[in-house]
């Protein structure tokens, strides 16, 4: 259960890992990052497990390359538990890093423009080569209550402002995802 005395003083240790070849865990908020810009390649699935207590908050393994992303997603996890006061949501990483796709094998810096999952290297339509996902700096996520209506943004968006550093777009509201009503969040400074 989440218990933390004070929401401005949760702990920051998630287990972090990944398992394709190196592992890695996330020690601190400051980490840096280097954006990733187009690349033919991205990293390949699977992502990382981004675990609270036992509750697995990636279950698709989306690819996140981002430390920060990670830990936003964990930030806002604990914060909407101690908003709401109780786990009983659903809360799961829905997107997360894409590339554009190369023309041909070895053609470096020649792009076709199309937008591919760093996870399962499936074609995104509606994704352009210059979204934030690109470049590592965005995740999709489904938050919604048992029901499948999503927690609305009266709840949601306070909760993005002061326990993360995500941001939300106008345009980019899960209104405009009619197809699953997901969140898009982007970091405030990439
Ligand atoms: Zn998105």
């Not at 908020?29 to 810009?37: F, G, I």
């Not at 990670?70 to 949501?89: A, K, R, S």
């Not at 080569?129 to 009266?154: E, F, M, N, Q, T």
Request: hydrophobic share 25%.
């Amino acid at each position: 259960m989440f218990s933390s005395s004070s929401p401005r003083c949760f702990r920051l240790d998630p287990e972090v890992s990944e398992n394709h070849g190196y592992n890695r865990t996330v020690n601190s908020a400051t980490e840096t990052y280097k954006p990733k810009q187009s690349i033919k390649n991205g990293k390949s699935g699977p992502g990382p497990s981004i675990k609270y207590n036992s509750r697995e908050l990636n279950p698709g393994r989306y690819v996140l390359s981002n430390t920060r992303v990670i830990i936003g997603v964990l930030q806002l996890y604990m914060g909407l538990v101690y908003t709401i006061g109780h786990e009983d949501f659903d809360y799961q990483v829905t997107g997360g890093d894409r590339y554009v796709g190369a023309v041909s094998a070895g053609d470096n810096g020649v792009f076709d423009e199309r937008v591919y999952s760093s996870t399962n290297h499936s074609q995104i339509y509606n994704s352009t080569s210059g979204s934030s996902h690109v470049r590592g700096a965005s995740v999709d996520l489904r938050i919604k209550w048992y029901s499948g209506i999503y927690i609305p943004l009266d709840i949601v968006r306070p909760v993005i402002r002061d326990y993360t550093d995500f941001m939300l777009y106008p345009g980019a509201l899960p209104e405009n995802y009619p197809n699953d009503n997901h969140y898009h969040l982007k970091l405030r400074n990439e």
